[in-house]
């Protein structure tokens, strides 16, 4: 049963456009909520993370909004690029393990 | 600073043997978390250890074990291995744990059970 829900699956942008995943779970006992980014062959990378208590964070062109109370996660990629095209993942984190969601593949078309 | 280094990168085996997968975390990292990525199920956590104490072990059968060393370095093993078990298995070393510092990933061991 996957305990971080995301989505859409794939999503399409234009050269400059606004990507947006989102996420949502259900475990109140995750405390710290990272995001991945991966190419083909290779293993996720850390892109960005937060923790609960902070509702936004943002590092260059990515941003994360984080809503407690409605137990959602958002991952905004701003100005996005063609090497921006990867799978996303969230994931949220409790009793040292991750749990991941599905993930999303991005395409950005030039 | 070297990052997260798996080995082999690639392997294949038969069913019914067994396999062993190296990890070296990156260094002074003493937690060590390992995971299964397959198109089906996505990334499903296997297990994590800390100063070679396992703190925590996800839902896998009996066939799938890991441990730590002293100097951090980590092995999985999976024994008696079924088709089902090809996937990418991605090792992930932090400081203290992935709940509160960040994790970072290897490249991974593809591994093809036929």
């Known amino acids: 049963q996957q305990q971080v829900k995301q989505s859409p699956q794939s999503l399409i942008v234009q050269k400059g456009g606004i990507s947006i995943i989102n996420c949502a779970y259900e475990?109140?006992?995750?405390?710290?909520f990272p995001w991945y980014q991966q190419f083909p062959g290779k293993g996720p990378a850390l892109l960005i993370a937060i923790r609960p208590d902070v509702s936004e964070k943002k590092e260059g062109r990515f941003t994360i909004s984080f809503n407690k109370s409605a137990k959602q996660f958002s991952l905004h990629i701003m100005d996005s690029q063609p090497g921006d095209s990867a799978t996303y993942f969230c994931a949220a984190s409790n009793d040292y393990k991750l749990s991941f969601g599905a993930g999303t593949t991005v395409t950005v078309r030039a | 600073k070297a990052g997260v280094t798996q080995t082999p990168r690639y392997l294949i085996k038969t069913r019914g043997q067994q396999v062993t997968l190296s990890c070296s975390p990156i260094s002074g990292h003493r937690s060590v978390s390992w995971y299964q990525q397959t198109p089906g199920q996505g990334l499903q956590f296997l297990f994590e250890?800390?100063?070679?104490?396992?703190?925590n072990k996800g839902n896998f059968p009996g066939r799938f074990s890991g441990r730590q060393f002293s100097n951090s370095r980590s092995e999985m093993n999976v024994s008696t291995l079924e088709l089902g078990d090809s996937a990418l298995y991605l090792c992930?070393?932090?400081?203290?744990?992935?709940?509160?510092?960040?994790?970072?990933f290897g490249q991974g061991t593809r591994l093809t059970v036929v």
């Open positions: 992930a070393s932090s400081l203290s744990g992935p709940m509160n510092t960040e994790a970072f």
């Open positions: 250890y800390f100063s070679e104490t396992q703190r």
């Open positions: 475990n109140t006992a995750f405390d710290y």
